[in-house]
């Protein structure tokens, strides 16, 4: 069990970017594939698959803007030694 969800861990960047490449012929309007999914799923389960799509979006877009910090590190001050 701890081999698959490293694994999926390690994927879910790219999990999550697939399931919106799939998803972007919807323009964020689900209504040309609600009908298929609401006959697989209820309504509500659709409702919140959408939402979590979204969630694990924003999540990863966190996570990779934490791994790039905006400020670039200051050099260190110069002593007399490196003038």
Do not use: C
């Not at 081999?3 to 399931?19: D, H």
Request: hydrophobic share 45%; net charge positive; proline share 10%.
């Amino acid at each position: 069990m701890n081999r698959i969800y490293q694994w999926f861990k390690n994927k879910l960047g790219r999990i999550v970017s697939g399931l919106g490449f799939l998803l972007q012929g919807a323009d964020l309007d689900i209504s040309p594939i609600k009908d298929p999914l609401e006959s697989v799923f209820s309504h509500a389960t659709v409702e919140w698959i959408v939402i979590a799509l979204f969630f694990f979006s924003w999540a990863r877009h966190q996570w990779v803007a934490n791994k790039h910090p905006k400020d670039p590190p200051l050099p260190p001050p110069a002593t007399e030694a490196t003038r």
